[in-house]
Each structure stands twice: as C-alpha cells, then as structure tokens.
C-alpha cells in the first residue's frame, strides 16, 4: 500500500466495502442510524464472490480495497463481507496497518454479530448459516467460543442463495428448495438450536423465507442492526476517529463492474435509486 500520510488530518467519509451488493445490508443500517456521516461504499462486484476463494485471494482482493478507500480519504473502513472479515481482516490490522498508517482503522462485522447472541440464546445452542468461505474459516465458532465459551455452535454452507439474490431469484417458488433444504440440515445436526445466525450479509433478502422454515421460538439474527449499533458505540468511544470521519452526509457509490448493473441490483437492496462510479483498482 501507498503512504497516505497526505490525510492523515483531513475528515474523510467512512468506507464500506463488501466483494459485491450484501454490504449494502450492513450500509442501509448504519446510515439509517448515522445519517450525519458521509459513507463511501465500494463493492468489488467484477471479482465476487469471495466465498469460493483462498485466504491469499481473499487477503489481496481486500487489500486492495481498503487501499483504495484509503486513498480516498477514508480513515475508518468497516469490512462489511464475513468472507473478508473472515480471511482478511487480521492480517490488514496486524500488518498493513502499523506500516503505512496506524492512526486508521479497519473493522469487521463478526464480532459485533457474534457480541450480540450472548442475550438472546436460552438453550446455549446457535446455528450459523453461511458462505463455504465463512463456515471453513471456522471464525464463528472461534469468536463465539472468546465470549461465550459454553456456546455450542453448528454451521451449515448455503452455496446457492448468495447467486439467489444476485440472480433476482430470490422471492421465487425455487428458491424455497434451497432454503429448506439448508435449514432442515442444520436443524438435523442439531435440534436444540434456538438462535440462527445469518452469516452473510446477502441473506437478509431471504429472512422471509427462511423464517417459513424455521420452527417457532428459533431466533434469526441478522448483522445490520448489531454492526450499526457497534460503530455508533465505537466512535463515541473513539473520539479521535470520530473527529476524522466528515458529517455533511453525503453518500457515494462504486463499484469495480458496470455501473449501470450495479445500479439496478442496488435499488433492489436499498428500495431508492442511487448514482455509482466506476473504479479501478491497482
């Protein structure tokens, strides 16, 4: 990465960046409840998924990223994709970071998600349905077992609602296929399960359906509220970065694909219509 020592006092938007469109779950929370901020969003959409891909992939690719915020004057990036937070996320706060600009931060969405769950479970068994990617990685059971060591955790890969949604499949009678069948496997493994955690940002396109498949008292959490809820309580807690991230509440968007095709999947997750930039990444 290149020094950036060329912001390091100038107020920049935060930066949101997930692989392609369910980040924008994640945004759609955190500027209804931070509305002042300004928010630069980027999704590596010409290069997603991320789930499928090795760790050095998935580290380059949101390497790059952040670095592109960055040079946009972004101070705080939240990685709002489990895979990157997954795979990439401690290596860019343990190397990256210290080396070209320590004052910065970059932040993930799984430890606000798993914080959360601590309150809601009775039966002290959670289920987490997510990408191939996130479920390998084992960083839910790895971050739930730190707070929650009494935890019991199942995880089960979805692989085919993420194509779901981008593929505008979701609310089909088709999709209900898929989203039982992952259910019920979870469910099966184990029957005392009371939280489901969705794992990935995409799937809150699909909580209406898979609530028809879950049986009732199972709770189903998405992230959106909980990573809001966090950043809010982390920049009051840090008001040195509070002071760095610019309030005109002003929004951008780009994306590494076609504009045009960004746009049109994007007003489908945040119900409004939006402009978007093309970029390209180094």
């Known amino acids: 990465m290149k020094d950036i020592s060329h912001f390091s006092n100038v107020p920049g938007p935060i930066g949101i960046f997930d692989s392609g469109y369910g980040g924008l ?92 769950i601590g309150d809601v479970t009775r039966s002290r068994h959670v289920g987490v349905l997510a990408t191939e990617g996130t479920i390998k990685s084992n960083s839910y059971p790895l971050e739930i077992h730190k707070l929650f060591p009494d935890i019991v955790v199942t995880g089960e890969a979805c692989p085919m609602w993420v194509p779901l949604v981008e593929t505008c499949e979701h609310k089909s009678p088709g999709a209900d296929y898929f989203i039982k069948r992952h259910v019920d496997n979870l469910l099966a493994r184990d029957s005392q399960i009371d939280t489901i955690i969705l794992g990935c940002t995409h799937y809150p396109m699909l909580i209406e359906k898979i609530k028809q498949y879950v049986p009732q008292g199972v709770r189903v959490l998405t992230q959106g509220a909980a990573v809001a809820a966090s950043l809010k309580d982390y920049l009051a807690r840090h008001p040195e970065m509070d002071a760095l991230c610019a309030k005109d509440g002003r929004r951008v968007f780009c994306t590494t694909e ?7 999947q994007a007003s489908r997750f945040l119900e409004q219509s939006i402009d978007v930039m093309h970029v390209t990444l180094d």
Do not use: M, W
């Open 25 to 116: 779950t994640i945004y759609r929370e955190i500027q209804e409840l931070l509305p002042q901020y300004n928010y630069l969003y980027l999704g590596d959409n010409a290069r997603t998924p991320y789930g499928t891909r090795s760790f050095d992939v998935v580290y380059e690719f949101t390497r790059q990223c952040v670095k592109y915020l960055f040079s946009q004057g972004c101070h705080l990036v939240i990685l709002a994709c489990n895979t990157a937070s997954a795979k990439a996320l401690r290596s860019i706060q343990q190397v990256d970071l210290p080396a070209i600009s320590p004052q910065n931060r970059v932040l993930g969405i799984i430890r606000p998600t798993v914080e959360t």
């Open 258 to 264: 076609s504009d045009s095709r960004f746009c049109e």
